[in-house]
């Protein structure tokens, strides 16, 4: 019984402790004294390791991304993004560089946006450099569901863009990433305010 008394008082200092960092944390919030997190895009995807491919069937799926059908290629480079294959970063790029098919350079950027990282900031940024207006739009859309400000820089091009269509969507996108920081922001002081509003821990 006395240890439960014991183990009772060492919970009720520590979750007054907790209390006032985060009562102080709050405050400082509010004040814009401090940041709250804002939680950095991760370099790259992890890399699958449940099947190892040898390096015969790599190559092969390397030269299956310049084959002569389009759904062959874009299942090949699928599958090599992935897999995070070590050349994947090049051969995705190149494929933006010299499909000419919209469609293709659209579906690229499907395949990419799934796994939001700096790896796919990076090569759906390429397709801004895009002829096409249609794959600069799609890469403007998709840049800005990133929800971080790592994305913002990203599209600095777009808002360069000739055609003023690209560049009003940018502006909308850029929008976008700010409200969604902005909200990630606000729901952060709200769980930061629930902390407050727990009842505490009693004695019987």
């Given amino acids: 019984m006395f240890a439960i008394f014991v183990g009772g008082i060492f919970y009720l200092i520590n979750q007054k402790k907790q209390e006032a960092i985060n009562a102080d944390k709050l405050r400082l919030a509010k004040a814009d004294q401090i940041k709250l997190s804002e939680p950095a895009l991760p370099v790259k995807q992890e890399k699958s390791t449940a099947l190892k491919f040898s390096q015969q069937t790599l190559s092969t799926l390397r030269s299956l991304t310049g084959d002569s059908n389009e759904k062959v290629r874009l299942a090949a ?38 796994d939001k990282n700096k790896q796919s900031l990076a090569l759906i940024s390429e397709a801004l450099k895009d002829y096409d207006k249609e794959t600069r739009l799609k890469a403007v859309e998709t840049i800005g569901t990133f929800a971080s400000k790592e994305a913002i820089p990203a599209l600095n091009l777009a808002l360069k863009d000739y055609e003023e269509e690209v560049r009003l969507r940018a502006l909308k996108a850029v929008d976008t990433l700010r409200k969604d920081i902005e909200a990630r922001k606000t729901a952060e002081l709200q769980q930061l305010q629930d902390t407050q509003k727990k009842p505490e821990f009693t004695i019987q």
């Fill in 77 to 114: 480079a699928e599958l090599l993004w992935q897999i995070q294959d070590e050349n994947v970063f090049e051969l995705i790029k190149g494929m933006f560089e010299t499909e000419t098919e919209a469609s293709t350079k659209k579906q690229l950027i499907d395949i990419l946006k799934q």
